[in-house]
């Protein structure tokens, strides 16, 4: 006969809810694929064809792919993830005493301060080594 129109109220709300949990389980699908491949590269314990092979498996066939890989080797993926925020900070850190001129004036003390009572420097060295540490010099340097 003729064209339909569809209006907002053809669409039912539950339809609504549906589209948008189809949706999000989507999205939900291309974060989880994301998350194996980088695993899959970030892993240093897999050789180059072990992830050439995981990375054709995962592509080749995606839902089936995923799904062996993270019931094989789903456990190690927070691990991985773990040692690599802990890698990241401890770098970050580093660069942040580096850049901030290195050992503190309060971790020189208490290092010599440990020296002097283990008897590797004496009380004259100790306080020569406290007076350059305070006045801004490292001791050694």
């Given at each position: 006969?003729?064209?339909?129109?569809?209006?907002?109220?053809?669409?039912p709300v539950l339809g609504?809810?549906?589209?948008?949990?189809?949706?999000?389980?989507?999205?939900?699908?291309?974060f989880l694929l994301f998350r194996v491949v980088f695993d899959i590269f970030r892993d240093d314990g897999l050789g180059?064809?072990?992830?050439?092979?995981?990375?054709?498996?995962?592509?080749v066939l995606p839902y089936l792919g995923v799904l062996v890989y993270l019931i094989?080797?789903?456990?190690?993926?927070?691990?991985r993830?773990?040692?690599?925020?802990?890698?990241?900070?401890r770098e970050f850190d580093a660069y942040v005493r580096e850049t901030a001129g290195g050992h503190s004036s309060t971790g020189e003390l208490a290092r010599l301060s440990e020296m002097r009572r283990q008897g590797t420097?004496?009380?004259e060295e100790f306080a020569r080594a406290k007076e350059l540490v305070l006045s801004g010099h490292r001791p050694g340097s």
């Open positions: 006969m003729g064209t339909r129109l569809y209006l907002a109220y053809d669409y609504a809810f549906f589209t948008m949990l189809w949706f999000a389980l989507w999205i939900l699908w291309f180059g064809w072990a992830k050439a092979g995981w990375l054709a498996f995962v592509v094989a080797r789903g456990a190690g993926m927070g691990r993830e773990a040692e690599q925020a802990q890698r990241r900070k420097i004496s009380e």
